[in-house]
């Protein structure tokens, strides 16, 4: 009775350790699992790892994409790696775990050739079946052993199957040995047992299977001291990855990053009164948690890169500045004034500004709009700006008389809301001049939009979905 209960218990193991290493693994079909590593028997599953979420940062029309990173938990690599490092520990290998898989499909299948199959075996062959009757040997089996009997043949004698069972016992008795011995105990108490078929041919299965469970038995003893270093290995394996998970969880460091390598952005502005010209502006920065969650306030510096794009509206149209267009329109009333040259070098605008903010991000659920504070410049603020066009004009209405005038205006600059002009005006007669008079003009300018992003409030969103 021992050696069955402790089978069963066995059994019982096997059915579980089969079900989980025969049948693939619930896990998603895009994880790494390590094939032949039963990934639910460790406790800390790999749900962790790097978390990562979107951030815009909108500064008027321009916006920014960043990330909310952070660890929780443990990721499915850091998962391997215990695995491994615990394999090469214990000195195991996949090939080992694996080996448990193939004991356990070899025990049940001894287990049904030797238990399941040998009674049905045994307890069929000592149910004859009387010549002409329509009772087939399953149906005799069905009554002898467990007292039903298929509806359809109800109508057969009872008593052809009583006799069939009186004798199993007489050919038992006739056979002799240990078996024989069991039928004579049974007949001197005959009237007291109704199946008697029933403990006979138990008696014969069970003189089979102790015949048969030799080999069994060194299956079991070898799955059990196996089943103790697999439940070792896993138990280990679970201990490590809990530890390692709560270790993320307190050390973990989120930030919020902005990469200057997906921040370049181009819009469109206003400079001087002209539209159409171009600014390029790159964000980067990262600010770092002050806690351990993605709940918390983040500090750190955000940098600003402004360049000038495209300036050919203003380079092409300075005249039409609204600083210059009065002074044209009085060139123009002096005569008939026609420019008759335009050039210069192209214009070059950058500006550098970087700030310490502080952003709380109060949720973690759904799209959150944190708090932001501080000043994008208050960690320094740079432009460098340089302008120059040389343009001329002329009236030749009065060339017939050997007369012209000629004026001429250098504008230069390296401050985006003043022009400096140095302007040249001759009236000649015969080539030679007869009034001419020099002046220095200085022109406010309007910078317009062209840094329209940094005089907008910073407006965050993190997107958590």
């Given at each position: 009775m021992r050696h069955i209960i402790r089978f069963i218990s066995v059994i019982l193991s096997i059915a579980v350790l089969m079900a989980?290493?025969?049948?693939?693994?619930?896990?998603?079909?895009?994880?790494?699992?390590?094939?032949?590593?039963?990934?639910?028997?460790?406790?800390?599953?790999?749900?962790?790892?790097?978390?990562?979420?979107?951030?815009?940062?909108?500064?008027?029309?321009?916006?920014?994409?960043?990330?909310?990173?952070?660890?929780?938990?443990?990721?499915?690599?850091?998962?391997?790696?215990?695995?491994?490092?615990?394999?090469?520990?214990?000195?195991?290998?996949?090939?080992?775990?694996?080996?448990?898989?193939?004991?356990?499909?070899?025990?049940?299948?001894?287990?049904?050739?030797?238990?399941?199959?040998?009674?049905?075996?045994?307890?069929?062959?000592?149910?004859?079946?009387?010549?002409?009757?329509?009772?087939?040997?399953?149906?005799?089996?069905?009554?002898?052993?467990?007292?039903?009997?298929?509806?359809?043949?109800?109508?057969?004698?009872?008593e052809a199957a009583t006799n069939a069972a009186e004798m199993v016992i007489v050919q038992s008795i006739e056979n002799g040995g240990r078996i024989g011995r069991i039928a004579q105990a049974v007949e001197a108490g005959a009237d007291k047992v109704p199946m008697l078929g029933e403990i006979v041919n138990t008696a014969k299965v069970a003189h089979d299977w102790s015949k048969g469970s030799e080999r069994l038995d060194n299956y079991l003893?070898?799955?059990?001291?196996?089943?103790?270093?697999?439940?070792?290995?896993?138990?280990?394996?679970?201990?490590?990855?809990?530890?390692?998970?709560?270790?993320?969880?307190k050390d973990s460091v989120w930030k919020i990053k902005f990469d200057e390598k997906k921040n370049y952005r181009t819009y469109n502005c206003d400079f001087w009164g002209i539209s159409g010209n171009t600014m390029s502006v790159t964000l980067s920065g990262e600010l770092v948690s002050s806690g351990g969650g993605p709940e918390s306030s983040y500090s750190g510096t955000l940098k600003l890169e402004f360049n000038a794009v495209d300036f050919s509206p203003v380079e092409k149209n300075l005249e039409r500045t609204s600083g210059l267009a009065q002074f044209v329109n009085v060139l123009h009333s002096m005569g008939a004034y026609q420019?008759?040259?335009?050039?210069?070098?192209?214009?070059?605008?950058?500006?550098?500004?970087?700030?310490?903010?502080?952003?709380?991000?109060?949720g973690s659920e759904g799209k959150v709009k944190p708090e932001f504070s501080g000043s994008l410049t208050s960690g320094g603020d740079e432009t460098i700006f340089?302008?120059?066009?040389?343009?001329?004009?002329?009236?030749?209405?009065?060339?017939?008389?050997?007369?012209?005038?000629?004026?001429?205006?250098?504008?230069?600059?390296?401050?985006?809301?003043?022009?400096?002009?140095?302007?040249?005006?001759?009236?000649?007669?015969?080539?030679?001049?007869?009034?001419?008079?020099?002046?220095?003009?200085?022109?406010?300018?309007?910078?317009?939009?062209?840094?329209?992003?940094?005089?907008?409030?910073?407006v965050i969103t993190i997107n958590f979905n």
């Open positions: 989980i290493l025969i049948f693939p693994s619930s896990a998603d079909s895009g994880s790494k699992e390590i094939p032949g590593i039963d990934y639910n028997r460790i406790t800390q599953k790999a749900e962790g790892g790097k978390q990562s979420y979107k951030v815009d940062l909108k500064l008027g029309s321009v916006t920014f994409t960043g990330e909310l990173v952070g660890q929780t938990g443990i990721s499915i690599e850091e998962l391997n790696e215990i695995i491994q490092d615990t394999l090469r520990e214990k000195n195991l290998t996949i090939d080992r775990i694996k080996l448990i898989s193939k004991l356990a499909s070899q025990v049940e299948k001894d287990a049904r050739m030797y238990w399941g199959d040998q009674i049905v075996e045994g307890l069929l062959s000592f149910i004859p079946v009387p010549p002409g009757s329509p009772m087939g040997i399953n149906d005799y089996y069905a009554y002898v052993v467990h007292g039903e009997v298929n509806p359809a043949i109800q109508s057969v004698s009872i003893k070898l799955l059990e001291k196996n089943l103790e270093i697999v439940n070792d290995f896993y138990a280990t394996c679970s201990r490590r990855a809990v530890a390692l998970a709560e270790s993320n969880n420019k008759v040259s335009d050039s210069g070098e192209k214009t070059i605008l950058r500006r550098s500004a970087q700030g310490h903010v502080t952003v709380y991000v109060g340089s302008f120059r066009r040389d343009l001329e004009w002329r009236d030749e209405s009065m060339a017939s008389a050997h007369a012209e005038g000629i004026t001429e205006a250098h504008f230069v600059t390296a401050d985006i809301d003043e022009l400096t002009a140095r302007v040249s005006s001759r009236v000649l007669y015969k080539g030679e001049v007869k009034t001419e008079q020099n002046s220095i003009e200085e022109f406010s300018q309007d910078p317009g939009t062209v840094f329209d992003p940094l005089d907008r409030t910073p």
